[in-house]
C-alpha cells in the first residue's frame, strides 16, 4: 500500500498512515456499497474513524485516504469544510454550543460567558480533566427553544445562566488550551 506523508504540527514531524482497525474497514466497506465513487466515501470514513479513535489524528487521515485511494489534501478538504471533524483530540463529550442568529436574540452570549467561567475553557479548549471540548456551532435546528447547546448526544434547550451549573455538574476544572 503506498505511504503517504503530510505536514503536520504534531509532535511526530513526519507522521505516517496507521492500520485501520476491522471495524472501521468494516464500516468504511459498508458505506463503499452505498456511493458511486471512492472520493464520495470521503466524510463518512472520516466520521467512522472519529467515532472509533475519538478524532482524526494525521496519521488516520492518511489511512483513510490510503484506503480510499484518494488525495491526502482532498480529505484534508473535506475535513476542515466539516467543521464537526476534530482534527485534535477531544474531551470525552463535546459541547456544541449554538452560536447563531435566534440564539443570540434570546441571550446565548451572556449564557456561554457563563458556561466558559463555569468549565474553565473558551471555544476550541478542553477541561484540564479531559471531559469537555466546547466548540461552537451554527444553528442546531432548535431555534424555537433558543438558546441550545448539545452535551454529547444530548440537546439541551432554554439555556439560562441560572440553568448552566446544573445542565453541566461540575467538578472543579480548569481550562487547558
Ligand atoms: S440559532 Fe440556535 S438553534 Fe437555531
Not at 470521503?42 to 488525495?71: C, F, N, T
Not at 438558546?147 to 481550562?175: C, F, Q, W, Y
Request: charged content about 25%; proline content about 6%.
Amino acid at each position: 500500500m503506498q505511504q503517504h506523508v503530510i505536514a503536520s504540527s504534531s509532535p511526530n514531524p513526519r507522521p505516517r498512515a496507521r492500520d485501520l482497525s476491522a471495524e472501521e474497514i468494516a464500516e468504511i466497506e459498508h458505506e463503499l456499497t452505498l456511493y458511486p465513487t471512492k472520493q464520495a466515501v470521503g466524510l463518512e470514513a472520516l466520521k467512522i474513524v472519529q467515532r472509533h479513535q475519538g478524532w482524526v489524528s494525521d496519521e488516520s487521515m492518511l489511512a483513510i485516504a490510503d484506503y480510499l485511494s484518494v488525495p491526502v489534501s482532498e480529505l484534508e478538504g473535506v475535513a476542515t469544510f466539516f467543521n464537526l471533524i476534530y482534527r485534535r483530540p477531544v474531551g470525552e463529550k463535546v459541547i456544541l454550543f449554538c452560536d447563531s442568529v435566534s440564539c443570540w436574540i434570546m441571550g446565548c452570549d451572556k449564557v456561554k460567558a457563563q458556561l466558559s467561567a463555569h468549565l474553565g475553557i473558551d471555544y476550541g479548549e478542553t477541561t484540564t480533566d479531559g471531559e469537555y471540548t466546547l466548540i461552537p456551532v451554527p444553528c442546531l435546528g432548535d431555534c424555537d427553544k433558543a438558546p441550545v447547546m448539545m452535551v454529547g448526544e444530548a440537546m439541551h434547550r432554554h439555556l439560562s445562566v441560572d440553568t448552566i451549573a446544573s445542565v453541566l455538574p461540575l467538578k472543579n476544572v480548569r481550562g487547558d488550551k
